[in-house]
């Protein structure tokens, strides 16, 4: 039985919030998209099937609509809002990424629709939150990822911040998202009412920052960003390494507990000829603290980085992730989308699943449950939905409307 | 305790160390779940080594990363190869609801722990294995950290310039990633076993959660036989899209425009409204197709500026603009401050410490900060004496035969 079967969840929002519903779809629940006619609007952005622009073709919204069905619904219309109150009576969540007071002002919001509904579990994403002094900034990826801490800390130190090149911010928003309705869900099967819960993806993509967001009120050292790595204060940590055939990302590290692995690196090293036992033996543990000390000159760790390029170069990424699955090593190959499609690995987990595209039906691969659940397994039961797919099934066959009601509504163009 | 909190009937015994598996527990301590995490007395959890320490000085309770990751839950000292740690485990395995860890798939089994070896104690326990790759698989045994999934998961080779290789993530960014799917997997279990009566055990594969993030790239791969490339700062859809220069060393200051109406006012903004009308600029698809050019106008423009004065100057237009946040300006930021987004709170050992707040707001059972992160075996006594129940002479043997080292 899923997890969430006998759940029903609006989901009015846009590519702010496509993820959050989602998850709550694989774990079972029944997710209505809830689209304005003509479409979501994430189903303008590409990239777009066969690179055709067109609503049905949005393989944004492919990606993240699995599991849904499609409704129609204009909230801009009077009959529209009285629908959709009607229909939030009787759901459990609604998953709405509007501007901050889009709802309220249409009658919609959270206090209006708890007057109807107490238990219903009411969940919005923003760029900036609900309120505050920047609540109604105009918000994109790249401004979210600005705004959060994120953006700074990566790219080449000689060029502009540069933010990686699949859309991350509102993916860090849904998924916070969904957390915050299985806590708001599991205190409400507890007492019996619901809430409304405050998404701001430029706080959620702050998590990658990976705490340096909070060097300036520790009073720490904040990091810089360096091609392939990161400067603190003066030193230079490369993390991606170059191969025979492309590149590796290594940990490369000191310290009680990182500087384990640097020591049997420089051992193996040591052993094939790459460097002497006076490089080998040096304090790894306490290696950071020997540069910053100025104990040992930077160009000595220069010297040190080259003899383990020197190793990295002389092997192909397969053969780097052969030795550090031998030996411990903390390196794996950087990789293309088309190999981790090919990895050994996640086909001998049966991870990948395959799913039908909407457009001409043949089917397609797409990455398979976020976990692997022994009891309540997830699973991909529908493919992602057409504009509307669904209005007969659901305002007629669910919710009662009859065929004039349906027609009529239609007609005046509400769904 | 956390009586007041959404979550405070689950319980926790959580055996999860470093970032990814800390990060995800941490989530459900924000609303009140009783966490009991375990470390070892002699191997210090790899996140307590780790950046930022606190006025940079290094101890084993100054990473205000591992501050970040564990607040709010209790800590104990155990152990695990001293013979009678296992009578204390198993007790707090009958007590708790869900027992997490995120060892290579080995380390449970050694110590008797593993998902049969626990639902012989305790019939519905849930159990959360978390990993980079898995419990199964040629990868199962890899040792490693986030960065190391973001690379062979795909994310590194995505983020750089087009005309360099691979500038990667910053840090480990699976682990941003998978604690939320953590987060949801427990209490999804914890959903099942109200409704069934069944326990579950859950194989979390780190990089499995965090390809959700690259969907959009998977179908471009699948559907459209496309490898995606990395593309600096440019986007397939908006032009302009970038980071531009602002005034002072490495300062800079993101701007975007979704349409026409944003690109006007940009034009405006900039004192240059005779750019709307250049057929090189006129229609998105122009500005894409021009884009150096346009980046080079657009930086121009701001070099001299305060990163913030044009943040404001375009947000009063409508463009979407934000300076690039380092730590201090984030620290200063009035949205983040409205949010109460950096928590201070008293530590034992650091006197004070700062970390970031509950991510959603909740509007009826908002999450809190309800403690910091445990020094090493800070909660012991309160553990084995009011979770426990153990008596003191009892507490003493324990301590004697060595089992908090």
């Not at chain 1, 007071?101 to 109807?116: K, P």
């Not at chain 1, 219903?120 to 105009?138: C, H, W």
């Not at chain 1, 002389?314 to 950087?334: N, S």
């Not at chain 2, 360099?164 to 993530?169: E, I, N, P, Y």
Request: aromatic residues 8%.
């Amino acid at each position: 039985m899923p997890i969430l079967e006998s759940s029903r969840v609006l989901d009015l929002s846009n590519e702010r919030g496509l993820l959050c519903g989602q998850i709550l779809a694989d774990l079972g629940a029944d997710v209505i998209a809830v689209e304005p006619p003509g479409g979501c609007s994430a189903r303008r952005l590409g990239p777009f099937a066969g690179g055709v622009r067109d609503p049905e073709r949005s393989l944004l919204w492919w990606a993240y609509s699995r599991n849904k069905r499609s409704i129609t619904l204009d909230i801009e219309h009077a009959q529209g809002r009285g629908l959709l109150r009607r229909m939030a009576a009787a759901a459990d969540f609604l998953i709405e990424s509007f501007e901050p007071g889009y709802m309220t002002s249409h009658g919609v919001g959270y206090d209006e629709l708890a007057a109807i509904n107490p238990a219903l579990v009411y969940v919005s994403i923003t760029g900036f939150g609900q309120s505050g002094p920047k609540a109604d900034y105009a918000d994109a990826d790249l401004i979210l990822l600005a705004a959060g801490g994120p953006l700074i800390l990566g790219g080449d130190d000689d060029r502009p911040p540069v933010r990686l090149s699949v859309p991350q911010a509102y993916l860090h928003a849904g998924a916070d998202a969904a957390v915050a309705a299985m806590v708001a869900h599991h205190e409400r099967v507890r007492r019996g009412r619901g809430q409304h819960a405050d998404i701001a993806a430029f706080a959620s993509a702050a998590i990658a920052t990976q705490s340096a967001i909070l060097a300036a009120p520790l009073g720490a050292t904040q990091l810089r960003r360096l091609a392939g790595g990161l400067k603190l204060g003066p030193l230079n940590l490369p993390v991606i390494w170059p191969a025979k055939d492309g590149y590796i990302s290594m940990t490369f590290l000191f310290g009680s507990a990182l500087g384990v692995f640097t020591r049997r690196l420089m051992h193996y090293l040591c052993a094939r000829g790459y460097c002497d036992e006076a490089t080998r033996d040096k304090d790894w543990i306490g290696y950071a603290d020997l540069l910053m000390s100025g104990r040992e000159p930077l160009s000595e760790f220069e010297r040190v980085k080259e003899v383990v390029r020197g190793f990295t170069r002389a092997h192909t990424k397969a053969e780097l992730l052969d030795l550090a699955l031998q030996h411990g090593f903390l390196m794996t190959p950087v990789s293309t989308i088309g190999e981790v499609v090919a990895s050994d690995q996640l086909a001998s987990r049966e991870y990948w699943r395959r799913i039908q595209d909407p457009v001409s039906e043949r089917e397609y691969t797409v990455p398979g449950p976020f976990v692997k659940f022994s009891a309540s397994p997830i699973q991909y039961r529908r493919r992602p939905p057409k504009i509307g797919e669904h209005n007969r099934e659901i305002y007629i066959g669910e919710f009662g409307l009859s065929n004039e009601e349906f027609s009529r509504l239609a007609r005046a163009g509400v769904i | 305790m956390n009586s007041d909190g959404p979550l405070a009937d689950v319980k926790i015994l959580d055996f999860m160390w470093v970032m990814a598996g800390p990060a995800g527990t941490r989530m459900l301590a924000d609303y009140g779940a009783q966490i009991v995490r375990v470390e070892s007395p002699s191997r210090i959890d790899t996140a307590r080594t780790l950046q930022p320490y606190q006025k940079d000085a290094f101890s084993a309770d100054a990473s205000g990363l591992f501050n970040n990751c564990n607040a709010g839950k209790l800590g104990i000292a155990i152990d695990m190869s001293n013979a009678r740690a296992r009578e204390v485990v198993l007790d707090l395995v009958r007590w708790a609801d869900v027992v997490t860890e995120s060892f290579s798939p080995k380390a449970m089994r050694k110590w008797g722990l593993d998902y049969e070896s626990l639902r012989r104690i305790k019939p519905d326990a849930v159990m959360l294995s978390s990993c980079l790759f898995g419990q199964t698989g040629p990868l199962r045994q890899i040792a490693g950290f986030g960065n190391m999934a973001a690379a062979i998961a795909g994310f590194s080779n995505l983020a750089g310039w087009p005309d360099r290789a691979a500038t990667g993530v910053f840090g480990a960014y699976t682990d941003y990633i998978a604690p939320r799917y953590t987060a949801i997997a427990i209490l999804a279990a914890l959903e099942h076993r109200r409704r069934t009566g069944e326990g579950q055990y859950i194989d979390q594969a780190q990089a499995e959660s965090a390809l959700h993030f690259l969907a959009p790239a998977f179908l471009e791969y699948a559907v459209n036989h496309r490898e995606p490339r990395r593309a600096g700062n440019s986007d397939r859809d908006l032009a302009p899209h970038g980071v531009y220069p602002a005034a002072g060393e490495d300062r800079w200051v993101a701007i975007v425009c979704r349409g026409e109406s944003e690109w006007r006012a940009l034009c405006g903004a900039m004192g240059k409204s005779e750019l709307a009308g250049d057929p090189r600029f006129a229609a998105l698809e122009a500005r894409i197709a021009n884009n150096a050019a346009l980046d080079r106008i657009i930086g121009e423009w701001t070099a001299g500026r305060a990163a913030a004065d044009t943040e404001q100057l375009l947000q009063a237009r409508g463009v979407p603009a934000y300076q690039v946040q380092n730590s201090s300006e984030a620290w200063r930021d009035a949205q983040f401050k409205h949010r109460r987004h950096f928590v201070e709170i008293d530590h034992q050992t650091l006197g004070r410490t700062t970390v970031e707040a509950p991510r959603a707001i909740l509007s009826r059972t908002p999450g809190a900060v309800r403690r910091a992160a445990p020094s090493l075996g800070r909660d012991n006594q309160y553990v084995l004496e009011r979770i426990l129940g153990y008596d003191a002479e009892r507490i003493s043997e324990l301590a004697l035969a060595g089992v908090f080292g």
